[in-house]
């Protein structure tokens, strides 16, 4: 949450730099935004409420080799052009991400000082103290200033008489990438500009000083350390909307690829020796994760249960965190994370490693903080997700995990199995004409809910999260059979009913429950890979029929289906799927 980015250049104007990078970063927040630019000694700042492109006019007439930027999402105080970072004071302008947990003692001191705020963040109290500390050494004032700091935080820091960039990072993420026109300091790696060749990651309590030239690093006692620079290759990342109108439908459209990258990509880098060892040896897994990454765990509950015969338990990370099952050596944690940032997934790993668990990392970002608490990593091949709302790395999770449960039968036979997926998907996403009939009914009810059972329960579930987000058409998921002890309550005219129908074993009981719903008025949908269900409804529910499947692998086309309705749905009401309001993508804080 938040973004932050420097650029220090060997040559030219580092400002159209830090502008572009704050597009690619604004998935990580977009209530405001602003830069500071370094040029002749002095700074310039140039900061708005809303979103990247507002700053583009007034970011035109700056220029200079050293700059930084920063989105917001706004966790102290309301999205305002005073709020919005950098902040600045004396010598010095400042970005943070992360949260100042004693701002407001350290504000009340300041204030004592004689300082005046301008802003109500919490990020502001760091420059005056950084300023206040100010002898001639930059450095030394920074590392002065964050003593001081209890909580998370990612800085960028500017300083008049320096030409570059002070960095710290403490739990907080900050990557320093490498290229021909010089160095960046960024958020996150897909955010990085594609000329850059290779990545320093700082560990937590690291200074980086950043100049066009070069960066060097110390520790929290400012002794230098050497932070090992790994190769990258980012083009993939930074593809552009091409042809699409909105990244939500690109990313749907790129989940065949994405399930196909997956199944190489493990084969290709995750030692499945030792992999099958953690899971045929395990005395339980546990699969933990927030929001999408945990409904991906509520799916792959199903490919656990029936291939392992081991108990597994699925686990929302921040309930986790505090209250984490007893574990032992054999126990597997899976901790599932699109971006390997999500704060309270990181924190509740770090417990149950702490505790003697064994973790591996489901994650579609390599140089995550998950990767570096985790044994082992299982990547997800994903590539940029921009859209805030998840859809293809959803499936690229399930990709990961279905291969993960399979380790314990034949692991060649899953191969095959999975990328039989992607036809399927592919003939669902033809299928625009019946997700926008379907998104039709949801865009005119007041309120939607998801119906299944076994593993249709779980992707109904994710149904309900993704059009909750992007449509803000309030919805629920629930197990069907819960129906009548509660829920029925609920249902009249102006309410939807989607029931996702692919256990042919359960199917009966979805329709009867679907016709209790349809005699008391409500509207019924329904996502299916069965035959028949069409002709048992007729007349009473808009059944879309998607390509028949074996039941484990459902999913995977009834998800997209369902990410289909959700983002048909965002545009019938006019809302902006990539960026809905509130969210960011990475939730870095508590
Ligand atoms: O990066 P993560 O997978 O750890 O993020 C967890 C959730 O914040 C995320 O899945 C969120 O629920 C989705 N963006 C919703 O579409």
Known sequence: ????????????????????????????????????????????????????????????????????????????????????????????????????????ELKAELLADGAEFLSQTDSEVIVKLIDKYYKGDALSAVAKAVERLKGSYALAVLCR??????????????????????????????????????????????????????ARFYNSSLTPVMRVRRPVFLDQFNSGLGCYAHYMIKEIHETQR?????????????????????????????????????????????????????????EIASELRYFPPRVTPATLVLAISQSGETADTVEAVQELKKAGARVVAVTNCGYSAITRVAHMVVPVCAGAEVCVAATKSYTGQLAALYLISKLSCDVFDAQ?????????????????????????????????????????????????????????VFSDGYPAGELKHGTLALVDENTLSVFVICDEALAEKCLNAASQIASRKGKVAVITCLDGVAEKLKGTATVWKIPDSPLNLSPFSSAVALQLVAYHAAIILGRDPDKPRNLAKSVTVE
């Open 161 to 214: 008489d320096f030409d570059g960039i002070i960095a710290v990072k403490y739990k907080s993420p900050v990557v320093v990438g490498f290229s021909e026109s010089g160095v960046t300091l960024c958020s996150d790696v897909p955010a990085l500009p594609a000329e850059v060749t290779s990545v320093c990651v700082p560990e937590d309590g690291d200074f980086a000083v950043i100049t066009a030239q070069s």
């Open 416 to 472: 095959s199995e999975l990328l039989s997926v992607c036809p399927r998907i592919g003939e669902v996403v033809k299928g625009a004409e019946r997700a926008k009939e379907i998104a039709a009914l949801c865009a005119q009810s007041k309120a939607v809910f998801f119906l299944g059972r076994g593993i249709d329960y779980a992707v109904a579930v994710e149904a309900s999260l993704k059009l909750k987000e992007v449509s803000y």
């Open 1 to 104: 949450m938040c973004g932050i980015i420097g650029v220090a250049k060997r040559r030219g104007n580092a400002v159209a730099e830090v502008l572009e990078g704050l597009k690619r970063l604004e998935y990580r927040g977009y209530d405001s935004a602003g830069l500071s630019v370094l040029s002749g000694g002095a700074i310039a700042t140039v900061k708005r409420g809303g979103r990247v492109s507002g700053l583009e006019e007034g970011a035109a007439a700056l220029s200079g080799g050293v700059a930084i930027g920063h989105t917001r999402w706004a966790t102290h105080g309301e999205p305002s052009d005073q709020n919005a970072h950098p902040h600045t004071s004396g010598a010095f302008s400042i970005v943070h991400n992360g949260i100042i947990e004693n701002f407001a």
């Open 258 to 314: 994405t399930v196909r990258e997956t199944c190489e990509g493990f084969f290709r880098t995750v030692d499945v020796k030792r992999l099958s060892e953690y899971v045929r040896g395990a005395d339980r897994i546990i699969m933990t994760g927030c929001g999408t990454a945990y409904n991906a765990g509520l799916a792959a509950r199903r490919f656990f249960s029936d291939r392992c015969g081991v108990f597994c338990q699925v």
